[in-house]
């Protein structure tokens, strides 16, 4: 027994000892990963962001180097404050408040003292700063803005945040993304892939070469460079048109639904939101509540079309054979339904058939063609469910499903909207109840984009290209069907001839005859839509948004759009000028009716904007 | 007589010693070296020092074995003498080295005596043990034999180096063998487990388990004296519940605990007093049964006895939880603490225990190879080179290495041990056991600390520690016997 004792020790002993060992090396594998993530550091490279080109291979976005000064607390040593201060040319209090600002953040990891220096401030400051220990800079890449206009369209970058993190593991804190428009929707292709670089550390953090030859290191793949559809000069065009103004003008080619221009105003210069000034600026914007310059009108403003929507009622009409082009419905300064209701018009010759009932926007004789397509079915719910159908077809009522970061669906009513409002079954109702729908008021909400994508269609003759700002990638064109395959709306094409006929005379006989072009063979439609605002509480109407929609060359247009001026007063007044002005610039590249830009561009709506917040009683419509 | 020992040497150990310090040099090299391009002679670096430590040892060696047996045996209490001095002169004379002035300066450089301490030790208790007047079993012989041990101890504890005096605990193991009364074992170890169930549940909770544990324990005693055949059934069940709590404790310290808090969530109080209750009584029972057929178990129970014992028990209980609160330093309570699994900090007080079980635990199956350590080249291991060299051996060389290591340390104690029971002088085998006793200590003390089942003692770990002072104890100690055991044929 003595003997055995302290063999027997001896050999529990090992046991154990190998026993723990199997738990810590095989067994237990959580520490290997506890071992990588101390003794390794992941270092990332980031590629160059893409750039992005207008359709002419006009460089509209790259990129510019900046410098950050860094500074890890803890490596700091004493140093000339007063030279560190003069050579960036901030104050010593300044400086003070930002190394105590890092202290607190970490006295390990780098924050910036000084974001964002030029190229010659950087030159200089890169001779004196081995006089600074603990300081260093940091090059990163910010967005190069080679245009003043389209923010709404491009979007911004900024630091990813943490929701973003936790569901990507792409991303990491501090990492650039894309936050809006273009740089938010193709994030993937203008960011590239990030290398990664594995460092091997000791255990105060400091590298020491890297880990195992860096074999496991990837290089970064560079961002890809996008073409977008916008026209630069068009857009630029467009945004000088639209100052003093708000609403918003949507131009597309007809042909392949690639959008040309996509102005909203007011709008910002994207250059603003860059780097530095991005935080104070962005709030500014953000906080501009009566203006709402962040609101891209052209594609989330949901408006009653007006009478530009006349022209999708003719051709459901023809389609569902209530009407033929030779119908003439009588006009007496209006159309009177039931015992005293009255829908008005304005004073044209009359009695009207189908063409010049276009041209001269008469709305008593929407009237009449719209209850016939309604009273065609036994009930109105059948009929008006039919109605929606055919509007739903030229891409109304709902998403487009594009690629532009924001969109709304705008709102076609139909049976299930009107049985809630009228209590259906309990009371019933009947087409006059809906008649608004004639002539694109009450009910029917519709974005700018949405009616030039319908003009579109008109042009086409029954078709369109779902609207896109996507043009190439790296130079290759895109081929997503969404974009490239024709959709087809429920009318067929014969029934189109009579109604681009009548958006044709509307510049020769009808509403727009002053705003004639005389060799460009133009089509189009006015609208004056009525509208109204809460303002505190207070339901009030406010001047009529100026509508127009056209397209151009009559024959295999070029551009289709739709203009929209926010209380613009008649269809021809603002946003007819605009869209004829567009065009002209579109398709001749210059400007004759120099008088009609002058007129516009010296004209400014601010005044009727500011009426309602002015707290005192003001006329509409004068 | 020169000719005939070196044939007579016992070369397995010396192989072991070699593949020991050579395999050691190799991790200690692999943690201290850099990229920059040093020359292997040169001495700046930690790898050079050590290689040139091991090659002086080599002239140790051969004077360890030049000397005449006759010469430590006569000379062992001048040396034993010496070496208390060198010790007490380090309070004059001694050089501060990382808080402790356990060093003499001589330039070139530093040495550590409580390191050869050992050896003069181990030669005084041998000479003592064997001395024809002296016996054991009597109480006036074994306070001197404790004299012995406790004298070189009580000067380096306050130096302070509590970690190298506690080695001279393993000087029992040879006085056990000798002859020393089993009893001062069991309070030993008895005490060391008290001691850790105390911090771990508390007096209360250990003091019921004692008192249940005796319960077993007589319980057993009456058994023995009227159903004596029936206990071997008993004894199988409770080995296998042994073997269990055992299995548990290799696992993580820490699981035990936190299995005990789930059941202390979950269960009502009494319920689970009852399965720690259920524990103390069965191996009180087992410890019963080992002792049957002793004297003991044949008499009727002594109840004044078991009074007296569990008295003992809550005395001591209370006490080292009175002197763990009130007593122990901060720095003492976090060791325990950590390792216990009573506080998990891995950033401070456990950071060292913790970064070496991740260096370690990081190796895997083979390791990452030699000077691929991760863990290691990163420096995150403090103490890596001297008190830690094995979790670079864990990471390196991984499982099989590390087994590698422990298994070379086991043979290296059994074949000492074997070597000192063919002894046919009673100083030899006092003299081996010591060696032994001293070489375990120190193995079990640091591998169990790098791998996390000890609180931090920080003693190096034999042959594998960087350290000139310790290679050269480590190899005079080990030589010396190894110069015996060769004479063990000349003497009569």
């Known amino acids: 027994m003595r003997k055995l004792l302290l063999y027997l020790v001896i050999i529990v002993t090992g046991v154990v000892f190998i026993s723990r060992l199997f738990y810590l090396q095989i067994y237990n594998t959580s520490y290997a990963a506890l071992s990588e993530d101390n003794a390794i550091k992941i270092l990332y490279d980031y590629p160059q962001r893409g750039a992005i080109y207008d359709r002419n291979g006009k460089l509209l976005v790259s990129n510019q180097p900046s410098y950050d000064v860094m500074v890890i607390p803890r490596e700091l040593k004493s140093f000339d404050t007063l030279e560190f201060c003069s050579v960036l040319n901030i104050t010593k209090e300044k400086l003070i408040k930002q190394l105590k600002k890092a202290r607190v953040y970490s006295p390990r990891i780098p924050s910036v003292v000084i974001p964002q220096l030029t190229k010659d401030e950087y030159a200089y400051l890169q001779e004196k700063m081995r006089k600074f220990s603990g300081f260093y800079i940091q090059q990163r890449s910010l967005r190069d803005y080679h245009t003043h206009n389209a923010a709404n369209v491009l979007g911004y970058i900024g630091e990813v945040n943490d929701a973003l993190i936790q569901k990507n593991n792409y991303y990491q804190s501090g990492d650039l993304i894309g936050i809006d428009g273009v740089e938010k929707q193709y994030e993937k292709q203008l960011r590239g892939i990030k290398g990664v670089k594995y460092i091997q550390k000791d255990r105060f953090n400091r590298d020491i070469g890297p880990y195992k030859e860096g074999i496991f290191d990837t290089l970064p793949v560079n961002g890809q460079d996008l073409t977008i559809t916008l026209d630069g000069e068009l857009q630029a065009y467009g945004e000088l048109l639209m100052q003093n103004k708000r609403g918003g003008i949507v131009a597309l080619e007809p042909a392949s639904g690639e959008i040309l221009a996509l102005v909203t105003a007011p709008s910002y210069k994207p250059e603003l939101l860059v780097g530095r000034k991005r935080s104070p600026n962005f709030t500014k914007l953000y906080y501009d509540t009566i203006a709402k310059p962040l609101f891209d009108r052209g594609v989330k403003g949901e408006y009653p079309p007006g009478s530009p929507f006349k022209t999708i009622n003719a051709l459901i009409a023809l389609q569902e054979g209530v009407v033929t082009l030779e119908d003439r419905f009588s006009c007496n300064m209006g159309y009177r339904y039931g015992r005293s209701s009255k829908l008005g018009c304005h004073s044209h010759a009359g009695p009207l058939n189908m063409i010049p009932g276009i041209s001269n926007s008469c709305n008593a004789y929407f009237a009449n063609v719209y209850r016939r397509i309604i009273e065609k079915y036994d009930t109105p719910q059948e009929g008006i469910d039919r109605w929606k159908k055919h509007v739903q077809s030229f891409g109304m009522g709902k998403y487009l499903g594009n690629d532009l970061s924001a969109g709304r669906p705008g709102k076609i009513p139909g049976s299930k909207e009107y049985n809630r409002r009228y209590e259906y079954p309990k009371y019933k109702w009947y087409a006059t109840a809906t008649l608004s729908n004639a002539i694109g008021q009450g009910e029917v909400l519709t974005t700018p984009i949405q009616m030039a994508n319908f003009t579109a269609a008109i042009g086409n003759k029954g078709y369109y290209h779902t609207p896109h700002i996507i043009k190439a990638v790296d130079g290759n064109p895109i081929e997503e069907e969404n974009y490239t395959k024709r959709k087809y709306t429920t009318i067929d094409t014969k029934h189109f001839a009579p109604v681009i006929e009548g958006m044709h005379q509307v510049f020769t006989m009808g509403t727009a005859r002053s705003l004639q072009s005389k060799d460009i063979d133009i089509c189009g439609k006015t609208g004056t839509a009525e509208n109204y605002v809460r303002i505190k509480g207070k339901r009030m109407q406010l001047t009529d948004h100026s509508v127009f929609v056209a397209f151009a060359p009559k024959d295999n247009p070029k551009i289709a759009l739709a203009v929209f001026v926010e209380n613009g007063y008649w269809g021809s007044r603002y946003a007819g000028r605009i869209a004829t002005l567009m065009v002209e610039k579109y398709l001749k590249k210059q400007i004759e009716r120099t008088d009609l830009e002058d007129w516009i561009l010296t004209h400014s709506l601010e005044e009727e904007y500011a009426k309602p917040y002015s707290e005192e009683p003001f006329t509409i419509n004068h | ?492």
Request: aromatic share 14%; proline share 3%.
């Open chain 2, 1 to 492: 007589m020169a000719k005939s020992s070196i044939a007579a040497i016992d070369w397995i150990t010396v192989l072991l010693f070699i593949l020991l310090v050579g395999f050691g040099w190799g991790n200690i090299y692999s943690s201290s070296y850099s990229d920059e391009v040093f020359s292997i002679t040169d001495l700046s670096q930690v790898y050079s020092k050590q290689g040139l430590w091991i090659v002086l040892s080599i002239f140790l060696i051969i004077v360890t074995q030049a000397i005449e047996v006759k010469f430590y045996e006569g000379f062992a209490g001048v040396i034993f003498v010496g070496s208390l001095v060198s010790l007490l002169g380090l309070f004059v004379f001694g050089k501060t080295i990382s808080g402790a002035t356990s060093w003499y300066n001589l330039g070139f450089m530093s040495i550590q005596p409580s390191e050869f301490a050992k050896a003069a030790t181990a030669l005084a208790l041998a000479k003592f043990l064997s001395d024809m007047q002296t016996n054991i079993k009597r109480v006036n012989h074994q306070l001197k034999a404790f004299l012995i041990i406790a004298l070189p101890a009580l000067i380096i504890v306050p130096q302070p180096d509590p970690g190298s005096a506690l080695v001279y605990a393993a000087f029992f193991f040879p006085l056990y063998r000798e002859g020393l009364a089993p009893i001062y074992l069991i309070i030993g170890a008895s005490a060391a487990i008290l001691f850790v169930a105390t911090l771990l549940f508390g007096p209360l909770l250990v003091v019921i388990g004692a008192v249940l544990f005796v319960l077993g324990f007589l319980m057993m005693q009456f058994m023995n004296l009227h159903h004596e055949r029936r206990s071997r059934t008993y004894t199988l069940i409770i080995i296998v519940i042994l073997a269990l709590c055992v299995l548990r404790y290799t696992l993580s310290m820490t699981t035990i605990v936190e299995t005990l808090t789930a059941y202390l969530e979950i269960l009502v109080p009494i319920l689970n007093y009852s399965i720690l209750g259920i524990l103390a009584l069965v191996i009180g029972f087992f410890i019963g049964l080992l002792s049957k057929g002793t004297a003991t178990q044949r008499q009727k129970p002594n109840y004044l006895m078991y009074i007296a014992t569990l008295a003992v028990i809550v005395g001591f209980c209370y006490s080292v939880s009175y002197i763990y609160t009130n007593v122990f330093e901060e720095r003492h309570r976090n060791r325990f603490d950590i390792v216990l699994g009573k506080a998990v900090d891995a950033k401070g007080i456990g950071y060292n225990t913790n970064q070496s079980q991740i260096a370690i635990g990081s190796g895997g199956w083979f390791g990452k190879g030699w000077k691929e350590g991760t863990q290691t080249k990163g420096g995150f291991v403090p103490e890596q080179h001297t008190d830690y060299i094995f979790s670079t051996v864990g990471e390196e060389w991984g499982f099989l290495g590390s087994t590698l290591v422990i298994l070379l340390f086991v043979f290296l104690l059994i074949r000492l041990l074997i070597l000192a029971e063919r002894q046919k002088s009673q100083f030899s085998r006092v003299y081996g056991y010591s060696v032994v006793g001293v070489l375990f200590v120190h193995f079990a003390v640091n591998v169990g600390m790098v791998i996390g089942l000890l609180p931090t003692v920080g003693i190096p770990l034999p042959f594998f520690s960087y350290g000139g002072s310790g290679l050269w104890g480590f190899t005079v100690l080990l030589f010396i016997f190894i110069k015996l055991d060769a004479n063990r044929v000349n003497e009569w």
